[in-house]
């Protein structure tokens, strides 16, 4: 088995952390750099459901999108949740490790991973980084439908290819419109909606749309918004970030477990219909 220190090596060559906007918290959170590590967990969320799977499971790594502390603290005291949880993760010792923004801006990255949960094929980055001469890298991506679908039809091939949550999928737009090239963001995106305008695109899926943002651009240019809960368009990148650490681990034959973690921890648990017509 590995020790830590060359798991997180693997993990911050397949997303560098500076690759990270400036204001992110990536990187180990806690562990031992000298500690074995035989099974890693990854989850987009660092609460004490994905800690309890953790330790259940027997993972020595948790490996998470979200940052357990992306601002500044003072104490890890086990008086607050988090502090609850930096104290079950090191009493069991399992270290945690982030892939945030850096996670984001990798090729293949999370947009990429939601942009084929939802059927699309990738051409490019939305927002391109200027560091990247390959122009591969960047936020968001834009990808073709083949064939083209109304947008009804597609709003209901990204309620299936996502994981279900209690707010499902909501939809603005002609539901008759075709739709055949599409942007799309994991997370939270409403702040690439001028982008997504500035690129043509018939669509763009994202989470976390506000009210007026979205409104503008429903107004602006006819661009369709799909927007799904934040972590399901953030999960898919779960199983690409196992599979690629599985193949850094069958390269150096570390003979290392990877699961990815399935418990909802979107913070949405109910959802109450109302009767609506359009």
């Not at 060559?13 to 000298?34: H, I, R």
């Not at 979200?66 to 270290?95: E, W």
């Not at 899926?205 to 409104?215: E, G």
């Not at 779960?238 to 570390?254: F, G, I, M, Q, Y």
Request: proline residues 8%.
């Amino acid at each position: 088995m590995p020790n830590l220190s060359e798991v997180i090596s693997a993990l911050e060559e397949l997303y560098p952390p500076q690759w990270a906007e400036s204001w992110d918290a990536v990187g180990l959170v806690c562990g031992d750099p000298e500690a074995r590590v035989g099974r890693v967990l990854f989850a987009v969320d660092p609460v004490q459901d994905v800690v309890d799977e953790a330790v259940e499971w027997g993972a020595d790594l948790v490996v998470t999108h979200h940052p357990l502390y992306l601002r500044g603290t003072t104490s890890v005291a086990a008086t607050g949740f988090k502090g609850r949880v930096v104290h079950r993760l090191i009493s069991a010792g399992i270290a945690l490790h982030v892939a945030h923004t850096n996670a984001d801006h990798a090729a293949p990255g999370v947009s990429d991973a939601l942009a084929e949960a939802v059927g699309l094929r990738v051409t490019g980055p939305l927002v391109p980084d200027p560091t990247d001469p390959a122009g591969r890298r960047g936020s968001g991506r834009i990808g073709l439908l083949e064939p083209p679908l109304t947008l009804s039809a597609f709003a209901a091939r990204v309620a299936r290819g996502l994981p279900a949550t209690a707010t499902g999928v909501r939809v603005a737009g002609d539901p008759d419109r075709l739709i055949s090239r599409v942007a799309v963001c994991g997370g939270a995106g409403d702040s690439f909606l001028a982008d997504a305008r500035a690129a043509g695109v018939d669509a763009y899926v994202t989470a976390d749309l506000r009210h007026h943002p979205a409104s503008e651009a429903a107004q602006s240019a006819p661009l369709a918004l799909v927007d799904a809960a934040h972590w399901a368009t953030e999960w898919p990148w779960l199983n690409l970030a196992a599979r690629s650490l599985a193949a850094v681990s069958d390269k150096h034959d570390w003979q290392l477990e990877t699961k990815v973690s399935h418990r909802v921890t979107d913070p949405w648990t109910a959802h109450a219909p109302m009767p609506y017509t359009a």
